[in-house]
């Protein structure tokens, strides 16, 4: 009887154990997804590699750290993690989406919503007063 409860506690606790290492992992998730919302991205960036140090892959987390390797610049480190997220989730659209960009930003060619960006930009500025000047008042 003793045996059975000991081996009943035991097991308890080691469910415990992994209730809680879930918990944390999703508590660091969560955490780090707030600071990138801020721009925090080097923050971010530690968070999400601290979760998966805890030793659970996740593609959609490698994608999150390619996503602050761009913000960062580290270009290269980011292609890296994105092909990472690729080999553990090869038909996740988003992923493969945000990599695309990623090759065109490496290739120096802008991709459909950096070509509208620079449009909207053109049309607001365009008949506009530069800073500074008095435009067209007082003629």
């Not at 923050?43 to 750290?65: C, D, P, T, V």
């Amino acid at each position: 009887m003793k045996r059975w409860i000991l081996l009943l506690v035991s097991v308890s606790i080691a469910l415990s154990f992994c209730s809680a290492r879930k918990n944390y992992f999703k508590s660091e998730v969560d955490f780090a997804n707030k600071l990138a919302a801020q721009g925090m991205w080097k923050e971010a960036y530690f968070r999400w590699q601290k979760a998966l140090s805890r030793g659970k892959e996740s593609a959609l987390i490698h994608n999150n750290m390619a996503v602050a390797l761009e913000k960062m610049e580290k270009f290269k480190e980011a292609e890296d993690a994105y092909k990472k997220a690729l080999k553990l989730s090869p038909g996740n659209a988003l992923i493969k989406k945000n990599y695309e960009k990623l090759k065109r930003i490496l290739e120096g060619k802008p991709g459909e919503e950096e070509k509208k960006r620079k449009k909207k930009k053109k049309k607001e500025n365009s008949g506009m007063p530069k800073k500074g000047s008095k435009g067209n008042k007082g003629k």
